[in-house]
């Protein structure tokens, strides 16, 4: 069984209302738990691409990545759990594990489904929640991976459309 219905959870998907990237996060996170993060994506086979500015690299250790100087190009990992699905990670800092993904990939019950599987997969793995907040609405999440549910569930009352 899915664990939110499309026609239940849709308005969180419209980038008209919500923004095309919404900000999704782990908090309270440690080195230890990207680090998992990063092992999880090899595990899984998920196809990604890590790179620091314009330059492409090999995946790096997470102790590696977020010791680098505060000046330095930005880093990210690009994760593909499905072809058409894509979670860009930003490595700010260690003490909350940052991605976005672009809503416009996660139209349908069926994108829902991957998405939410991703949650789970990383939620799972860290034994923590994956928050969904609006694109600059940071702190408010509208839904996400429960540890105790061991689900995604909705966090906010949906919207009226």
Request: some cysteine; overall charge negative; charged content about 30%.
């Amino acid at each position: 069984m899915a664990d939110l219905l499309w026609d239940d959870v849709r308005c969180f998907f419209n980038p008209d209302l919500m923004g095309s990237l919404p900000d999704l996060r782990v908090p309270n996170a440690s080195v230890e738990d990207w680090q998992a993060v990063l092992d999880l994506v090899e595990a899984r086979g998920w196809k990604c691409q890590y790179s620091e500015g314009e330059t492409v690299l090999p995946v790096p250790r997470a102790e590696s990545v977020l010791s680098r100087p505060a000046d330095a190009e930005c880093a990210d990992l690009r994760v593909w759990p499905t072809a058409d699905v894509l979670a860009i990670f930003r490595f700010h800092h260690d003490e909350a594990i940052d991605f976005d993904v672009d809503l416009r990939e996660l139209q349908g019950q069926e994108r829902l489904d991957v998405f939410c599987g991703f949650l789970r997969e990383i939620g799972r793995r860290l034994g923590k929640p994956v928050l969904m907040d609006p694109e600059g609405d940071y702190g408010h999440p509208v839904l996400g991976f429960e540890v105790v549910a061991d689900r995604v569930v909705l966090l906010a009352e949906p919207l009226v459309m």
